[in-house]
C-alpha cells in the first residue's frame, strides 16, 4: 500500500480530530467558511479552499504542513497538497 499513497498521507499514523467545528482564523474575523479542513502535522482546524479566505491552504503552503483531513460529519479522507492526492480511510 506504501507506493499506492504519496509518502505524506502515508506518514500520518494516529489522526488528529477537530477540537471544535469553526475556522480558528475566521473566528478571529469574523469571516465565513464552508468546510473545514484539520491539519494532520499540528492539529489546527482551518476552512477549505471554497471558503472565501482558504484558510487551511494558506496555512499548508506557509508552515510546510501537507495534509489536512476533512473536518466535516461523515467525511473520511485526507488530502495532500503537496501531491494533489487524497485517500480515504
Known sequence: M???ICKHLFAVKKLKHPKDYVCEECIKTNSQWMHLRTCQTCGVTL?????????ASRHAHAEGHP????A????????CYV?????EY
Open 67 to 70: 495534509v489536512v483531513m476533512s
Open 83 to 87: 501531491d494533489q492526492e487524497m485517500v
Open 47 to 55: 476552512c477549505c479552499d471554497s471558503s472565501p479566505n482558504q484558510h
Open 2 to 4: 506504501e507506493d499506492q
Open 72 to 79: 466535516e460529519p461523515g467525511e473520511r479522507w485526507l488530502w
